[in-house]
């Protein structure tokens, strides 16, 4: 009969080993040595039962307390209540760890789990009790489910869909060259950089089982000609008279939600930020809240002037510098 060798041994750990080190060293071996990931290789398979049954060991607080003590003997049933290790036996019978049992027919169910992260969930949990446990079955906590590959995208949405949300239906490939069409809802007041997190929508686990992951849309807002965005707040040039500027009035201004009537005051000058209030963009989260529009005064200098419109300027320059 081959003797068992040192749990410690069999996982690469040292005594001290805390319970981190402990899992690492477990994940890092099963992944290598799972039947599954080695069809036919008895010595595979020997080796994921071997490091298995250590992990089960050294996992758990009390038995590797006991193992620790008293060795192998700890787990022996023929060692008894002067031994005082046959309690640590019980839960032990239920993997069949000391004769094997439970390995006769050893095959992991494509479905079952997720291979890219499955041994997050096996021993310490239970399997299925079936007879010939053809799959192990996770019992964890929903917190624990594993969870598919986060996908990221980008989409580029028209200026408008920023300003008042939009619903679009939009496409995209997986991974696997899959194409896929969603509905996503446009948010108002989304800005460039700014992502979408689709829940689920993203890659499903390799192997079944658990929950897909999600999909990030990392979002373009395309700009809108006249208008410049800062943050949640808007910047647009205006042109006026230079008549307008030096006597007052009022300008007819843009804005993202129509024409707005805007006063001029005497001596403006030009680069004057004259601020409407309310007519930027809306807050993402707080969408009936908006940022301000400001609008920049450029004044128009007149390229072509009347014999009568020059005398009149040639009056005012003498008039100002008397």
Do not use: W
Request: net charge positive; with cysteine.
């Amino acid at each position: 009969m081959q003797m068992k060798r040192d749990y410690y041994e069999v996982l690469g750990i040292s005594k001290n080993a805390d319970d981190k080190k402990i899992k690492q060293a477990y994940r890092k071996l099963a992944k290598k040595y799972h039947p599954d990931m080695n069809p036919g290789d008895k010595q595979a398979e020997q080796k994921f039962k071997e490091i298995t049954e250590a992990y089960d060991v050294l996992s758990d607080k009390e038995k590797r307390k006991l193992y620790d003590q008293y060795g192998f003997a700890a787990f022996d049933e023929t060692m008894g209540s002067n031994g005082n290790a046959q309690s640590s036996r019980q839960g032990f019978g239920d993997f069949g760890f000391g004769n094997n049992r439970n390995y006769q027919e050893f095959h992991f169910h494509e479905g079952d789990m997720d291979m890219g992260d499955i041994f997050e969930n096996f021993f310490g949990h239970g399997f299925d009790s079936g007879a010939g446990y053809h799959s192990y079955r996770s019992h964890t906590r929903s917190k624990d489910h594993l969870k598919g590959q986060d996908v990221t995208a980008s989409i580029s949405v028209p200026f408008e869909d920023a300003v008042y949300g939009s619903e679009r239906t939009i496409r995209f490939q997986n991974s696997h060259g899959k194409e896929t069409s969603l509905k996503v809802k446009i948010p108002a007041g989304i800005d460039t950089g700014k992502k979408i997190r689709l829940k689920g929508k993203g890659e499903a686990p390799p192997y079944g089982g658990g929950t897909p992951g999600d999909l990030l849309l990392e979002v373009t807002v395309e700009p809108k000609p006249g208008f410049e965005r800062k943050g949640n707040d808007i910047y647009r040039t205006i042109q006026i008279p230079y008549t307008t500027a030096a006597l007052g009035g009022e300008a007819i201004v843009d804005t993202l939600y129509g024409k707005v009537s805007c006063k001029i005051s005497a001596g403006t000058q030009s680069g004057t930020k004259i601020r409407l209030r309310g007519k930027g963009m809306p807050l993402i989260n707080r969408p009936s809240e908006k940022g301000d529009q400001y609008a920049v005064v450029e004044i128009q200098v007149p390229r072509y002037l009347t014999p009568q419109a020059k005398q009149k300027l040639r009056e005012y320059q003498q008039a100002v510098s008397a």
